[in-house]
């Protein structure tokens, strides 16, 4: 298992994420919301997903405010699809 992946925030990022599609991107703001996070702990997260080359994190003004996206990069939709898989033979086994 992707131990960066596996974290529940970052489990979280990704899949709110991976329902975009590529090259959507998400704010800030709305990211946070989503996930039920603060600033700062979605901040420290998203800088370890951006530190794997798992999320793109870009930075612009609109109206003089400051706005952050957040994207899925191919990196991370794989390593994401690769966690997904990991998870359904570990409930694939137990069913059986």
Do not use: C
Request: net charge positive; proline share 2%.
């Amino acid at each position: 298992m992707d131990e960066i992946v596996h974290q529940p925030i970052r489990l979280k990022i990704m899949a709110a994420l991976n329902a975009l599609r590529s090259g959507e991107t998400l704010d800030f703001s709305s990211l946070k919301t989503l996930i039920g996070a603060t600033d700062g702990n979605l901040g420290a997260h998203l800088t370890t997903l951006e530190d794997a080359g798992y999320v793109a994190v870009t930075k612009d003004f609109v109206a003089r405010k400051p706005r952050t996206q957040v994207s899925l990069t191919r990196a991370g939709r794989k390593a994401f699809a690769q966690h997904v898989a990991e998870l359904r033979d570990i409930i694939d086994a137990s069913d059986r």
